[in-house]
């Protein structure tokens, strides 16, 4: 009974809570957050079935870089001029695409655009963390930057006339690098790098769907036709000039544009800089940088179950489930989050929920419950419309204080109804049992006494 987790169906990578642990979340605590959160869905039997399942599978896994992170080549270099810094070079080269295509529905070309849209401004801000960079120093430098800029748009006054000079803020007006500052520009810039990722997750998203209509899914049927190849340079420079554009350290960015495999990343940190072991940022934001991932899912799995091919998540997402109602037999849908069944079908399923999970701990080591015992405890911690705990907290509704005084905290309890007068009927077994008072129950259930004749 004391086990904490269990693996699933003797697979390593799907783990339910059992035993104390888990009765705990369930009677005493009422959690809202369970520690091994699942759903388990039927499929429909619908055309080319197991195709179509391993494809929703595959889009309800979710993706971080270190999955398709081949190796990161970390080089450092003690630069001193024009100024005394530390330079980093950093290549990540990703693994091909057929070696994971079959477990995850990215693509080589999205991991580029994320890396340059989410992952470096997360890498940047953890590294910015931990050598704790004066913030003086980078105002410091920011002025630094902004007063060149300033100085040579006095120069260029001066030298040209007034019409040249109209002219020439006519094209600074149409330039964001020559008119903004480096923060706006950096503001600019995010903006669009949202705009893109939104881009760039609905063209997943049509691909998904077009995945689920097709019985073929090959990657020449998703790729866009070739565009011509001195706009690809152009594109190649575009993309390039903004990652060096919108972080403040970064030199030059290069990337594999024909095969997706690499890309690269050259920057330099002030010397004033706490050293940081930049190994272990990388580690730590590939493993956290999400590429592709369903809200609150983890990760999924098929398996069969009574000769039925099921769906069973690592996390729980109910109103996602809803977009596969022609795959997915919906009306047999199953969670073992008691607050999220309240919250999709209401109080009387989650009632059935509590009496099958805790059915469920309990026959893992060969112990039967009866039922009934079960069902009342799931009306007395579902009656008043909510999931309440078998707790002082869970009392807290009783109409009792001498019921409430009997099982914890009774100065609580007792201080609470003295300020607020409340009464109490005797009506419950606890509070009859404190006051000496025969329970409403079994024989004390009624007060009709059979008279006897006496025996002379």
Not at 305 to 317: A, F, M, Q, S, V
Request: with cysteine; charged share 30%; proline share 4%.
């Amino acid at each position: 009974m004391t086990l904490n987790t269990f693996h699933f169906a003797g697979r390593g990578e799907m783990n339910v809570t059992l035993g104390i642990p888990r009765l705990r979340e369930i009677l005493m605590m009422a959690s809202k957050t369970i520690k091994t959160p699942s759903m388990e869905i039927p499929f429909l039997d619908v055309p080319n079935l197991e195709k179509k399942a391993e494809r929703l599978r595959k889009a309800l896994t979710r993706v971080v870089v270190a999955d398709v992170l081949e190796k990161i080549d970390v080089t450092s270099i003690l630069d001193v001029s024009p100024v005394r810094q530390q330079k980093y070079i950093l290549r990540f080269q990703f693994l091909p695409h057929h070696f994971y295509k079959v477990d995850y529905a990215v693509k080589p070309k999205y991991i580029l655009k994320h890396m340059t849209k989410k992952y470096f401004n997360q890498m940047f801000a953890v590294i910015k963390r931990l050598a704790k960079a004066n913030s003086s120093l980078v105002s410091m430098e920011d002025e630094k930057k902004t007063s060149r800029f300033r100085s040579n748009k006095e120069d260029d006054d001066d030298d040209e006339d007034g019409a040249n000079a109209s002219k020439t803020a006519v094209d600074m007006d149409s330039s964001d690098e020559e008119v903004e500052d480096p923060e706006d520009a950096k503001s600019s810039y995010k903006q669009q790098q949202m705009h893109d990722g939104q881009e760039a997750q609905d063209e997943e998203d049509r691909e998904l769907e077009k995945d689920f209509s097709d019985d073929e899914n090959t990657e020449e049927n998703t790729e866009k036709p070739d565009a011509d190849k001195q706009d690809e340079d152009d594109q190649v420079e575009a993309t390039q000039s903004a990652v060096v554009d919108s972080y403040q350290y970064v030199q030059n960015y290069t990337y594999d544009a024909k095969g997706h495999l690499w890309c690269e990343l050259v920057f330099a940190l002030p010397l004033l800089f706490k050293k940081i072991d930049l190994t272990a940022v990388l580690k730590e934001t590939a493993a956290r940088s999400v590429l592709w991932e369903t809200p609150n899912i983890k990760r999924a799995i098929t398996y069969m179950k009574e000769d039925k091919l099921t769906l069973r998540t690592d996390g729980i997402n109910i109103v996602e489930m809803f977009q596969y109602n022609e795959l997915l037999d919906l009306n047999r849908l199953y969670s073992n989050d008691i607050h999220k069944v309240a919250e999709n079908y209401g109080i009387e399923a989650a009632a059935k929920v509590i009496v099958k999970e805790v059915q469920d701990v309990f026959k893992v080591y060969g112990i039967a419950v009866d039922p009934r015992h079960l069902l009342l405890i799931a009306d007395y911690m579902t009656f008043n419309g909510t999931f309440e705990p078998l707790s002082r907290k869970g009392m807290e509704s009783s109409a009792s204080p001498l019921q409430q005084m009997s099982f914890e905290s009774s100065l609580t309890f007792l201080k609470n109804a003295t300020l607020k007068g409340r009464q109490d009927q005797l009506q419950n077994p606890s509070s009859c049992l404190m006051v000496g008072k025969p329970c409403n129950t079994g024989t004390g259930a009624f007060t009709l006494l059979q008279k006897f004749p006496l025996l002379k």
